[in-house]
């Protein structure tokens, strides 16, 4: 059973940059990490997705140019690392996970709680 836990979440103004990482009880290297996020009222909307290999299977309009995901097997840990952040990027960023396909989706099996991300003045 794989846990996820995120972290990095905070307080940031716009223009400003901020790294999420995603920490796994057990090793990370075998599956799928997906990033995705939910702000006030809004649906639960795709981020970026990316292989064990390190392939990008999936990035969002808005994450395209400003976000870049990443990770460190040999750590557990992957990462989504944001730039020049907008107060619409205001959201509960969540990292999941899937070792069973590269497919990016919402429906992946395992899940961390969430780290509150606020881009304001």
């Known amino acids: 059973q794989l846990t996820l836990v995120e972290s990095g979440g905070g307080l940031v103004q716009p223009g400003g940059s901020l790294t999420l990482s995603c920490a796994a009880s057990?090793?990370?290297?075998?599956?799928?990490v997906g990033w995705f996020r939910q702000a006030p009222g809004k649906e639960r909307e795709g981020v970026s997705c990316?292989?064990?290999?390190?392939?990008?299977?999936h990035q969002s309009d808005s994450a395209k140019g400003r976000f870049t995901t990443y990770r460190e097997n040999d750590k557990n840990t992957a990462y989504l690392r944001m730039n020049d952040l907008k107060p619409e990027d205001t959201a509960i960023y969540y990292c999941?996970?899937?070792?069973?396909?590269?497919?990016?989706?919402?429906?992946?099996?395992?899940w961390g709680k969430g780290t509150a991300v606020t881009v304001s003045s």
């Open positions: 999941a996970a899937d070792g069973a396909s590269t497919v990016c989706s919402g429906d992946m099996p395992y």
């Open positions: 990316i292989t064990a290999n390190g392939r990008i299977t």
């Open positions: 057990k090793l990370l290297k075998y599956v799928t």
